[in-house]
């Protein structure tokens, strides 16, 4: 099992490109969300999923997109890359009705807006 | 709105001592509480907690949860250089997908 990766991991975009940041587990989880750390912020959640087809927002989805087709798959479209989108980026997924509630974090991806 | 607040926010010990990290909460619907350690890296899980009052523990490490207070703490006995690290403390609601609501993190530096 690879577990939960991310590509890429890092990316510059300039001020109002659009990207998308990939996720994929080979776990068979039903939950995956994705996650920003900034410095002195711990991480805060953008957006959830608790199985293919169903989304919702976290603390922090403004500027961001995700839709999950697979229950593989959990990509973050950024429609418009702003400076304050500069973070670290996590993904995560979990098995439903897992007894110890551990997430599984992918690798992260390094992003800088200029 | 739900509230996750980690106390202190940073700390130097020396190795050989004890800590205690502190993690209060404000979360509707409560499911469960969970610690994680982070090096640089993506964190890494340490405990989860459900129940009030009872004790997890792995070597060195250990936690309790106290659902009246809405609080939790992890201690970390005979501290070693390499337990260097921030310490998320996170929060996770029932119909959520497990979804994590963190603090700010503690970062702990263990000087020898």
């Known amino acids: 099992n690879a577990g939960v990766t991310q590509t890429p991991k890092f990316q510059v975009l300039k001020t109002g490109q659009s990207m998308t940041l990939q996720c994929a587990q080979d776990?068979?989880?039903?939950?995956m969300s994705w996650y920003r750390q900034d410095p002195g912020m711990g991480l805060r959640l953008i957006h959830y999923s608790v199985g293919a087809g169903i989304t919702d927002q976290g603390e922090v989805p403004n500027g961001y997109n995700v839709s999950r087709s697979t229950t593989e798959d959990f990509p973050l479209r950024l429609l418009s890359a702003a400076p304050s989108q500069t973070s670290v980026y996590f993904c995560?997924?979990?098995?439903?009705?897992?007894?110890?509630?551990?997430?599984?974090f992918g690798p992260g991806t390094r992003l800088t807006v200029t | 709105e739900d509230k996750v607040v980690q106390s202190p926010l940073s700390l130097v010990v020396h190795e050989g001592d004890t800590v205690t990290l502190n993690c209060s909460y404000e979360?509707?619907?409560?499911?469960?509480l969970l610690w994680y350690k982070q090096e640089k890296k993506a964190p890494t899980f340490l405990f989860m907690l459900t129940s009030s009052g009872i004790e997890k523990k792995s070597g060195r490490l250990s936690s309790i949860l106290d659902k009246k207070e809405l609080s939790s703490i992890l201690n970390i006995t005979a501290t070693q250089t390499g337990d260097s690290a921030i310490y998320l403390c996170?929060?996770?609601?029932?119909?959520?997908?497990?979804?994590?609501?963190f603090g700010k993190g503690t970062s702990l530096l263990v000087t020898p």
């Open positions: 995560a997924s979990s098995p439903r009705g897992q007894g110890s509630g551990e997430q599984y």
């Open positions: 996170a929060v996770v609601r029932l119909n959520s997908g497990y979804a994590l609501n």
């Open positions: 776990m068979n989880h039903e939950y």
């Open positions: 979360v509707t619907n409560f499911r469960s």
